[in-house]
């Protein structure tokens, strides 16, 4: 069988912000239709790998090809329109707008987004509150809404940063089910994680970042055999 087509490749990639050298020469590859996770402790730079990608970090140098395209020289906001979605840890909910405004707020930067109807089938919960004010969500409401709320936009290379942090397992277990939805779709997911047993059981490969630089990658099929240096790794 066939590779799919490369969504996202990162060769040598270094960022700064302003004067702190955050990344050393980040390589990473993301095929079509792919979930792969980055992981690692805290301040490793997993975060910064997604921004520096976006252009969003005050310096950087290297190769970041979205679907072929060389994006180095673009504004974060002509990325996006290549169809990069990115949900930053923080959610950034409007407290003073209801769930379904909120939906709404996002611009459609290219043909291919799911419509409302399709949004509140993979997200119930959002359906029964879409009245609701964003101050009244629940927290694990809330991480689905900001993960929803980039499905509109026609996004098809999603940034997904610690989305299941501070949740309870069985809103964690309905994040899990989505992402596997969404790949079943053809979305290609980019999962920054610290909690190691969602990642892996979501992921067709990961990379382990340590200082700003990969010091490991890893494809499904050897994730369980290589747990225990994984956890290792990542102080577990």
Known sequence: MTSSPLALEV?????????????H?????????????LLGRNGAGRTSTLRAILGLTSQRSGEVRIHGRD????????????????????????????????????????????SLDEIYDLFPNL???R???????????????????????????LFLDEISEGLAPVIVEKLGQVI????????????????????????DRLYVIEHGEV??????????SQQAALKELLGI
Request: net charge negative.
């Open 71 to 114: 994006v180095m020289s673009l504004p974060t906001h002509q990325i996006a329109r290549l169809g990069v979605g990115y949900c930053p840890e923080e959610r950034a909910i409007y407290a003073s707008l209801s769930c379904e405004e909120n939906l709404l707020l996002p611009p459609v930067l290219k043909p291919g987004g799911m």
């Open 11 to 23: 060769k040598h990639l270094q960022a700064w912000y302003g004067e702190s050298h955050v990344l």
């Open 180 to 203: 596997e939805a969404l790949k079943q779709r053809g979305y290609t997911i980019v999962l920054v994680e610290q909690n190691f047993e969602f990642a892996a059981d979501l992921a």
């Open 25 to 37: 020469g980040i390589d990473i590859e993301v095929r079509q239709g792919e979930c792969v996770s």
């Open 215 to 224: 010091v490991s990658h890893l494809p499904a099929a050897e994730i369980a």
């Open 127 to 129: 359906k029964e509150r």
């Open 131 to 157: 009245k609701s004010q964003g101050t009244r969500l629940s927290g694990g409401e809330q991480q689905m809404l900001a993960m929803a709320r980039i499905l509109r936009t026609g996004a098809d290379i």
